[in-house]
């Protein structure tokens, strides 16, 4: 068996092995992606569980707009060598018309460009927000990002909780750690004979909403009282 994190590790799985049983974890859109046939019925050698659901590119973007009613352009980082980008971009875009926000883009290509590289671009944007999509090349080094929006005042959305520990503004996003801890149940399945064709895909079920007070100060935004209730993380 094959357990897989992230969508380019569940494609890489599915490339190497078409009989190996496979649980993908943390993929963006199994479906569309070809991983498996329909979430109900996967009916090839690959299950798991999705971190996408619908509608949370539109949440994530609704939230941005009750901290910052005002936001009209929204300044999107992404990084297209990851083939789930294109998916959530599609959603984001979805976002925007429904919404009425103007997104532009800015592509990362290295975790090197967040040292710095891009800011010139993201200046030039004049965005009145930035929002981080999530991938683990902003992880490698989020500190300089975070702190060139604090500079410049830019709400930073981002695509974990973990940049918004860093300084980041807030996040929305699937409870990680949650999708992992039900990836054994499968495992377990599968070794008692199971078959992952008759396994069905599960989108996530809990999601969290991080919020930094810190950094909204830095930015001059006032936290309306009813988000920081509905939060399940405040750092103060």
């Known amino acids: 068996m094959i357990v897989t994190t992230g969508t380019p590790a569940a494609l890489a799985a599915k490339q190497a092995t078409k009989t190996i049983p496979i649980v993908a974890t943390i993929v963006a859109d199994p479906v569309g992606l070809g991983l498996v046939a329909t979430l109900a019925r996967p009916g090839g ?3 798991g569980l999705s971190n996408v659901s619908p509608d949370l590119a539109a949440k994530q973007l609704q939230l941005l707009q009750e901290v910052k009613p005002q936001v ?6 992404r990084n297209m060598a990851n083939p789930a980008t294109r998916i959530w971009w ?6 925007e018309r429904a919404l009425g926000l103007h997104l532009r883009v800015v592509d990362v290509q290295a975790a090197s460009d967040l040292s710095g590289n891009l800011f010139p671009s993201i200046l030039h944007a004049q965005p009145d927000a930035i929002f981080v999509m999530p991938d683990a090349i902003f992880l ?9 929006a604090r500079k410049n005042r830019f709400p930073l959305f981002a695509g974990f909780r973990e940049m918004v520990e860093a300084g980041a503004l807030m996040s929305y996003t699937p409870n990680l750690a949650d999708l992992l801890r039900r990836a054994p149940a499968y495992v377990d399945k599968i070794l008692k004979g199971t078959k992952p064709a008759d396994l069905p895909v ?3 079920t809990k999601f969290e909403l ?3 007070l ?3 100060k830095a930015v001059d935004l006032a936290i309306p009282s009813s988000m920081l209730s509905r939060a399940d993380k405040v750092i103060e």
């Not at 009209?72 to 980082?77: D, G, P």
């Not at 599609?90 to 976002?95: F, G, P, S, T």
């Not at 490698?140 to 060139?148: A, E, G, K, S, T």
Request: zero cysteines; hydrophobic letters at 50%; proline letters at 9%.
């Open 214 to 216: 810190r950094t909204a």
């Open 202 to 204: 599960e989108q996530p």
């Open 45 to 47: 050698n690959i299950t």
């Open 140 to 148: 490698v080094q989020p500190v300089p990002l975070i702190d060139f």
């Open 90 to 95: 599609n959603e984001l875009q979805a976002a």
């Open 210 to 212: 991080v919020i930094n």
């Open 72 to 77: 009209s352009r929204v300044l999107v980082l």
